[in-house]
């Protein structure tokens, strides 16, 4: 168990950090092509897009690595493939009715609540990839609940390799007739991409079926997946919203300090260039934390309260060591990273500020995977209800004012 652990962690690991690079890479070459002003439409449009993404697969995953670990631990998972099969169902049914949403209420959501018309093109192009968004989240956690993560590992490296090709193939076609069509082309390049992971992984899983993994049928599995993903769905989708909204009220509230709407886009636009940076290390707790759910999964169904315990010691001082580190490093270096990545002196301060944040980021992700896999669900969205409430409260007093 130790190794496979290991060897998973790893993997998860290397994909992750690759994942970062490009990201980081890519940000840097799309803000170069569409500038800061660019950035921040993008980053309107990505809000809603996360939020919608969340809103069509949060909680699926997550709820079908839990309980295909959990029948690996009572059966020998005989009931993997049932689990995974009315996972699909429920997956796709979220994914349609939240992308038919976004596509009828893209016009009021582009012009009412993020401010500009200029989005409303985007949001309709991305109604079509949820469904595919929310079936792809479904199969890569069933793989990592049978702890096997090369084959979600290089799904995702795929749909961001194709993301970032085709952005490259046709930004500089559609650049010439405005930021409008610019951010277009870059959603119309996330919902190709979203198209083919989601075909990668249905071939994938057929192969994983044909080794001989056991089919079983078992009563109740729907119901487990509802009971567990609604919590797991409302805590996230929670956090979407209000992370949304606070995408949206930042550059109104630059706005009522004075700024031009062009200029609360820009500023706006630095700190999306910022977070990818911030994030970059993060890899080995990120996998720690995906990791996590199905050991605790496992040994929850074993009723092995001391290895739980155990895992989380260790978890929790690797967190905090790393995390210290980390900050220290940005603190140390956040000019340097700026200039080396972006040249841009306000991508530096904005890194040493957001910096000292580092290991409550990190260590909040991996109480969240720990607390899942406890079934504390719940307890978790109470958590993030508060967090995000206090974070809401304070972007609408503090930005206009400083």
Known sequence: MKKSFFANTMILTLTTQLLSLIGVWFVAWLSGAIGAEGMGLYQLISS?????????????????ARLVAESIAKSGGRSTSDVLRKAVVLAAAMGL?????????????????????????????????LPFMALSACMRGYFIGIRRVL?????????????????MLILKAF??????????AVILACM?????????????VALEKRRGLPVKREKGVLGQLVR??????????????????ENILIPRGLEEYGLSHAGALSQFGLLSMTTPVL?????????????????????????DGEKIRAIFARVFRMTVMLSLLLCAVFLAFARDFGLLVYRNEEVSRLLALLAPLTPLIYLDFVVDSMMSGLGQQMRALRINMLDYAVRTGLVLLLIPLF
Do not use: W
């Not at 190709?192 to 994938?204: K, Q």
């Not at 994030?279 to 929850?300: D, K």
């Open 228 to 245: 567990i993903a609604l919590p797991i769905a409302a805590s996230a989708n929670l956090r979407s919203v209000l992370r949304t909204a």
């Open 151 to 167: 084959k979600p590992s290089s799904q995702m490296v795929f749909e961001q390799l194709v993301r970032v090709a085709i952005s």
């Open 97 to 129: 009715a939240v992308g038919g949403a976004l596509y009828l209420l893209a016009e009021p959501i582009g012009v009412q609540l993020l401010g500009d018309r200029r989005t409303v093109l985007s949001l309709r192009v991305l109604a079509p990839a």
């Open 48 to 64: 809603v897009y996360i939020l919608a993404g969340t809103l069509a697969s949060s909680g699926v995953g997550v709820t079908v």
């Open 175 to 184: 650049l010439p007739r405005g930021l409008e069509y610019a951010c277009l």
């Open 192 to 204: 190709i991409s979203e198209a083919a992971s989601c075909v990668y992984a249905f071939v994938m």
């Open 279 to 303: 994030f970059f290390p993060s890899g080995l707790l990120t996998s720690v934390g995906t990791m996590l759910l199905p050991e605790v999964s496992h040994a929850r169904a074993l009723n």
